[in-house]
């Protein structure tokens, strides 16, 4: 038997190991397949169960801020918060919810409980839709050696969706949006402003119950450009940062118009307001005997820090460059909530409103603009600053109620609230862990909206239960517990001091756990966040 050359076994070798490098890892387990049991509820829900409403039910309108922490306003923290007199206002108006807590500290899985009234790892959406994957070894090794990704981490290297299915990420269509109901019943339907719950066209908002759209499909688009003389900007020197600078308003972040891509040169902030009322204007020429539900999505003061000089020269006060274009995003923000509740009023349509303001998850601390005050942590977290976030709710005129709420509760708690509002029932052929608020601030309803509420992020669960707040990192098998009553800012683990409770509510959250379907898509990095002195990885 004649043996290979040298050179022959190195020519093999080395081809061997470029097809290794090269061949994308796809992988038929991130297929995306829809439950067909529950599309069947669905459907039947919206046939027999959603009536036509007419013009005397309450409009409703959402207000949803991006990143915004509680303690950047002043109606949560006089000392140090923005002075933001229309969010005050509404404030004024109806009940401030003391803890009012994200259903996730990351932008998308937020949103997707809010719109189902679901804990949204129920369908498995543990983290953000992705464009992109490091489908081959090559990709994966070459970011790993050349990449300073700061306080991100590439996720080890495994299998990957084939691109047929990443059009497919999204929330899934068995699951109910409010949109769709409010839809089926009459309401005229729009979105104005971030989306970020999918970038396939079955996943655009139209598909999903809104008549119009105007906005951007990404998680970030530029809110001006930083070039003009009247603008101001500050770029963070972070890995993640770059690439939301490099993407300006290209791709998924480039402004859309009901699926085409427009020209847009106003700031994004006034747009959207400018947008918001032209929806509601539009709406009462064309439709004037319906009602309209709007779900006005602000991408303040999500980075890319880039604000107009007027509202920097707000705050001269503030020496910090990167702190005062924050603050003057707030505040142009706030102005254009003002703006959009004007509108109301002088339509004679605010009191027919049930109006909701709150933000996608706490403030993103890693920006060094916010620090969430006494709560540990930010966004991506789930120390309590990224799962903190303000909320208001001000219901139509005849109920009223207005106050500070104290007990927990959820963001996904508008779901029930509004379609209670409304005298519509919540599906019944599934889990709604949304809570209708309206009796509990009524005093109808001894106790708390929720006995305990629950997160997941892939490797990431925590469980609160009253004033007891429970952590598990199931990658590395470690817990903390935390009675926030006590140590609102977590800094003291009492896991050893109560190991009794700690079983206790480690049962609870292994059962919530085994009620959510694996991740629908892998993750592409986790965050690292340093904590009282000691850094935490969570996925996102």
């Known amino acids: 038997m004649k043996f290979l050359s040298r050179k022959t076994l190195i020519i093999c070798a080395s081809v061997l190991m470029l097809l290794w490098l090269f061949f994308p890892r796809y992988s038929s387990r991130w297929d995306i397949i829809e439950d067909e049991k529950m599309l069947e509820g669905k459907r039947e829900y919206l046939k027999n169960r959603v009536h036509p409403l007419r013009r005397s039910a309450p409009n409703i309108l959402i207000i949803l801020a991006d990143d915004l922490s509680r303690n950047d306003l002043t109606i949560y923290d006089k000392k140090?918060?923005?002075?933001?007199?229309?969010?005050?206002?509404?404030?004024?108006d109806g009940v401030v919810f003391e803890q009012a807590l994200a259903?996730?500290?990351?932008?998308?899985?937020?949103?997707?409980?809010?719109l189902t009234g679901r804990v949204q790892n129920r369908s498995g959406f543990d983290s953000q839709p992705m464009q992109i994957y490091p489908f081959f070894p090559a990709y994966y090794y070459a970011a790993e050696l050349f990449l300073d990704t700061d306080e991100m981490s590439q996720v080890p290297f495994g299998t990957y969706p084939f691109p047929s299915q990443m059009k497919k990420q999204g929330v899934p269509h068995s699951e109910l949006f409010l949109s769709e109901i409010l839809k089926e019943?009459?309401?005229?339907t729009a979105l104005v402003g971030k989306w970020h719950l999918g970038y396939g066209a079955e996943q655009y908002p139209t598909m999903r119950g809104f008549d119009h759209y105007y906005g951007f499909l990404e998680a970030?688009?530029?809110?001006?450009?930083?070039d003009k003389d009247d603008v101001v900007s500050f770029q963070h020197d972070l890995f993640w940062e770059k690439h939301i600078w490099h993407m300006k308003r290209k791709g998924a972040s480039a402004i859309q118009l009901n699926g085409s891509v427009i020209k847009e040169d106003r700031h994004l902030t006034d747009a959207f307001t400018d947008e918001s009322i032209d929806y509601i204007d539009e709406h009462f020429t064309e439709n004037p005997d319906t009602p309209f539900f709007l779900y006005s999505s602000y991408n303040a003061p999500h980075t890319p820090f880039i604000e107009l000089k007027e509202y920097y020269d707000r705050f001269p006060e503030i020496e910090d460059e990167n702190r005062r274009i924050y603050a003057a995003m707030i505040s142009h923000l706030d102005e254009g909530i003002g703006r959009l509740i004007e509108d109301l009023k002088e339509r004679g349509i605010y009191d027919e409103t049930l109006i909701v303001f709150a933000s996608d998850n706490g403030g993103a601390s890693y920006t060094e603009a916010t620090d969430n005050g006494e709560l540990a942590g930010g966004k991506m977290s789930q120390f309590e600053g990224g799962l903190e976030i303000p909320m208001i709710i001000k219901w139509p005129e005849e109920e009223g109620f207005v106050g500070l709420y104290e007990p927990m509760v959820s963001l996904m708690d508008v779901y029930s609230t509004a379609l209670a509002a409304l005298d519509l029932p919540v599906p019944?052929?599934?889990?709604?862990?949304s809570v209708n608020l309206l009796p509990y601030v009524r005093g109808d309803h001894p106790g708390d909206p929720h006995q305990s509420l629950f997160w997941k992020?892939?490797?990431?669960?925590?469980?609160?239960?009253?004033?007891w707040k429970l952590m598990l990192n199931t990658y590395t098998g470690s817990t903390q517990l935390y009675n926030l009553d006590a140590d609102r800012g977590e800094y003291k683990d009492l896991s050893e001091e109560e190991p009794e409770l700690l079983q206790e509510l480690m049962n609870e959250l292994e059962a919530k756990a085994n009620e959510c379907l694996p991740p629908m898509w892998p993750r592409v990095m986790?965050?690292?966040?340093?904590v009282h002195g000691k850094k935490y990885k969570f996925a996102t």
């Open 185 to 188: 019943a009459g309401f005229g």
């Open 220 to 226: 970030f688009s530029y809110p001006d450009d930083p």
């Open 428 to 433: 019944g052929d599934r889990v709604i862990d």
């Open 103 to 114: 259903s996730s500290p990351i932008c998308a899985p937020s949103r997707a409980g809010m």
């Open 457 to 467: 992020s892939d490797y990431n669960l925590t469980l609160r239960r009253g004033p």
């Open 80 to 92: 140090n918060g923005i002075d933001t007199p229309h969010i005050a206002s509404l404030a004024q």
């Open 526 to 530: 986790d965050f690292e966040i340093e």
